[in-house]
C-alpha cells in the first residue's frame, strides 16, 4: 500500500513493511528531548515507576532554555533536577547556561537530528525538525519518561495533508508568512493528528531556516508533524552541522492525501495573527493602525540566524520609535556569536533595542518581557492565546522578523515592503 | 475509577493549555500547587468551586498549544474526573491517556449539556448521563491498545508491565 513519507519513516521504525492511518504502532526512537520545565516532570514519572537507568545516554538531550538563566528559586531548583539527573546518568547531551541555545534552533545546530530520524520531544514545537526530513513530534512528560527508560514511544499513525508549493517568496516576505498564510486558511485544528507534509517546486526556494519556521509550527494548525523532501540544501545543512548520516525516505507517487492545498510562495504577502488564535491572519498592510508597546524578535520560530540578518537589515542606522521596546533574543550561543562577530549587537543597540542571551523567557509570559494590562506586543514568535506574554487583557500579535522589525521603527503594525 | 458524577463546567471551542494553566506557574512541577491556578485565566471562579468528581465540558480542539502535562495534571488534580469534549489537541489527547484522566470526545452530549448540570459517565460503557434534563448520549469507544493503558492506570505502568512480562 502506498504509504506517505511519514509513514515511511514511522513503518521503518515499527519494523513493520508498512503501516496505515489510524494504525497504534510502538516505535523505536532516535532521540529523546526534554527542556526545564518538562523534564523535572519526566523525572519524577521515571523515578516513580521505578526505572532506574536510561535506554542510551547518547540519545537524550537535555537544554535548559525556558527559564534560564533561572528566573527565580523555584526555576532554579528544576534546573538543579535536570542537572543531576543528567550527570548520575551521563547524559552527554545535557546544555546548561553557556552552552544551552533555545531547544529547536539548538539540536540541528549541533547536528543531533538527521534525515529519517524518529524523534519525540517533551515540547510542542518538537515537530520543527521535520525540516530536515525526520519525523518529530511534541509530547508530554510522561511519553518523555517512558521514552528515556525504553527508547520508544506509542503513535496513531497520521494521515496527511500535502501542501504543493510553487514559486519563489518576494523580498521582505519569509517562512513565516508561508506558516501564518496556512494557518489562517485550515485555522488552528485544520490539520488535527495529521502530518503537514510540504512538496513541490518551491521547496527549493525556500531556505533551511524558513523551512525550520514552516514546520515548527505546524502544531499550531493542529498537526502531528510537519516534514519536507530531503534535497541538496538538506544535505549540505546536515553535512554541515555534522548530524549522522541521513536516510532519506520518499513518499510514494501514489500516495493518499486527505487533502491537497496549493501554495503559489509569490502570491504570499507579509501577514500579521491577531490575538487570540494563530488562525487570527491578515494582512500587515491591513493592520497599520494598531500601535504596538512592545516587539521581541526571537524564540525556536524565528530567533535564527537569517532572522537576525532581517533584523539587521531593518534597524541598522534607524531608531526604534519612541515609546516601544525592542527585546531581540538570537536563539543560541553561535548565532549570539555570529551576531556580536558580524557587528549586529551594535546596531542593534545603537537602534534602541536590548539584546538578551538565548531563552523562550517572554513566548511564554515566563520572564523578560512580562506584558502590563492591555499592552500590545508584536512578535515573531508562535502564540497569542489569552494571556501567553503576560497580563490577561495583553495582546499579542504574530509576525516575521521583518514585520516586527520594521513595526519597531514606526511604533504600529507596519508592512516591511514600505521599508526604504 | 469507573465513573465520574458530579456539577459541570463549561468552556468553549479551542481551550488552550496556556489559559487551563498559564507559564508564569510552570516554575514548579508540584500538583496542588498548579492545580491552584488551573483555568485561571479563562474562569477565575473555577479552581475555587470545583469538587472532587465535578466533570469538565468543552468544544473543539481542547487542550491546544503547549505540550505542559502539567495542563492535564491541574485539571486533575483540581478534582475534575473526566473532560468530555468535541475534539481534542494530540498532544493533551495522549497526556490525558498517559496520567490517566478520563477523556471522552462526544459532540452531541457537549451541546446538550447545560453549565452546572448534574452529569454521570460509565467509562466502561462510554455512556454519558446527565442527571438534570434526564438526556443521555453515547460517547466513542477507545481503540483497545488505549483501554489497555487506561486500565493500567497510564502508560508507565502499562510498560512496566510488559517489561515484568
Given amino acids: ?420 | 475509577m469507573n465513573e465520574a458524577k458530579g456539577k459541570t463546567f463549561v468552556y468553549g471551542d479551542n481551550v488552550d493549555t496556556d489559559v487551563i494553566i498559564p507559564a508564569r506557574y510552570l516554575n514548579t512541577p508540584d500538583a496542588k500547587a498548579l492545580a491552584e491556578h488551573c483555568m485561571e485565566d479563562l474562569d477565575e471562579s473555577f479552581a475555587k468551586n470545583v469538587k472532587e468528581g465535578d466533570l469538565m465540558i468543552a468544544g473543539w480542539n481542547f487542550g491546544c498549544g503547549s505540550s505542559r502535562e502539567h495542563a492535564p495534571l491541574a485539571i486533575k488534580t483540581s478534582g475534575i474526573h473526566c473532560v468530555i469534549a468535541k475534539s481534542f489537541a494530540r498532544i493533551f489527547y495522549r497526556n490525558a491517556i498517559n496520567i490517566g484522566l478520563p477523556i471522552l470526545e462526544c459532540e452531541a452530549a457537549v451541546d446538550g449539556i447545560q453549565p452546572g448540570d448534574e452529569v454521570e459517565v460509565d467509562f466502561t460503557t462510554g455512556v454519558i448521563c446527565d442527571k438534570t434534563t434526564g438526556q443521555s448520549w453515547q460517547a466513542e469507544p477507545f481503540p483497545a491498545f488505549i483501554q489497555d493503558i487506561i486500565r493500567c492506570g497510564g502508560w508507565m505502568k502499562y510498560l512496566r508491565q510488559m517489561q515484568d512480562r
Fill in chain 1, 1 to 420: 500500500m502506498a504509504m506517505t513519507m511519514t509513514q515511511k519513516i514511522l513503518a521503518a521504525h515499527a519494523h513493520l513493511d508498512e503501516v496505515k492511518a489510524g494504525q497504534l504502532i510502538l516505535a523505536d526512537l532516535d532521540g529523546v528531548l526534554g527542556n526545564d520545565i518538562t523534564t523535572p516532570v519526566a523525572i519524577a514519572e521515571f523515578e516513580k515507576a521505578g526505572f532506574d537507568s536510561v535506554f542510551d545516554p547518547e540519545k537524550i538531550n537535555v537544554v535548559l532554555d525556558h527559564f534560564v538563566p533561572n528566573k527565580d528559586i523555584k526555576a532554579a531548583k528544576q534546573s538543579a533536577t535536570c542537572r543531576s539527573f543528567c550527570k548520575e546518568n551521563k547524559i552527554s547531551h545535557f546544555y546548561d547556561v553557556g552552552k544551552m541555545g533555545i531547544e529547536h534552533a539548538l539540536l540541528p545546530e549541533q547536528g543531533r537530528v538527521t534525515a529519517g530520524d524518529c524523534l519525540i520531544g517533551a515540547d510542542s514545537h518538537t515537530c520543527t525538525y521535520g525540516a530536515l526530513g525526520a519525523f518529530s513530534t511534541g509530547v508530554g512528560s510522561t511519553d518523555m519518561a517512558a521514552g528515556m527508560a525504553t527508547g520508544k514511544a506509542w503513535f496513531k499513525v497520521p494521515s496527511a495533508i500535502q501542501v504543493k508549493l510553487t514559486g519563489q517568496l518576494n523580498d521582505f516576505v519569509s517562512g513565516k508568512d508561508v506558516i501564518l498564510s496556512l494557518i489562517g486558511q485550515i485555522g488552528v485544528d485544520g490539520a488535527l493528528y495529521k502530518s503537514l507534509e510540504f512538496t513541490g517546486d518551491g521547496v527549493k526556494a525556500l531556505s533551511m531556516d524558513d523551512r525550520l519556521c514552516i514546520c515548527n509550527m505546524a502544531i499550531e494548525a493542529g498537526a502531528k508533524n510537519g516534514i519536507f523532501p530531503v534535497d541538496e540544501q538538506t544535505l549540505a545543512f546536515l553535512k554541515a552541522h555534522g548530524a549522522n548520516e541521513p536516510k532519506i525516505y520518499q513518499a510514494d507517487e501514489d500516495a493518499v492525501y486527505e487533502q491537497v492545498i496549493e501554495m503559489d510562495l509569490s502570491q504570499i504577502v507579509p501577514v500579521v495573527s491577531w490575538p487570540h488564535l494563530p488562525e487570527n491572519t491578515h494582512p500587515a498592510k491591513e493592520s497599520q493602525e494598531i500601535e504596538i508597546d512592545q516587539v521581541v524578535i526571537g524564540s525556536c520560530t524565528n530567533g535564527r540566524m537569517e532572522d537576525m540578518d532581517a533584523t539587521y537589515r531593518i534597524l541598522k542606522g534607524n531608531h526604534v520609535k519612541d515609546g516601544v521596546r525592542c527585546i531581540i533574543i538570537p536563539a543560541t550561543m553561535d548565532i549570539y556569536k555570529q551576531c556580536i562577530a558580524n557587528g549586529y549587537l551594535m546596531a542593534f543597540i545603537e537602534a534602541g533595542a536590548v539584546v538578551s542571551t538565548p531563552t523562550c523567557g517572554p513566548c511564554l509570559g515566563g520572564y523578560m518581557g512580562i506584558l502590563a494590562p492591555n499592552e500590545r506586543c508584536i512578535s515573531t514568535t508562535n502564540r497569542n492565546f489569552v494571556g501567553r506574554m503576560g497580563d490577561k487583557t495583553s495582546e499579542v500579535y504574530l509576525a516575521s522578523p521583518y514585520t516586527a522589525a520594521y513595526s519597531a521603527l514606526t511604533g504600529h503594525i507596519s508592512d516591511p515592503r514600505e521599508f526604504e
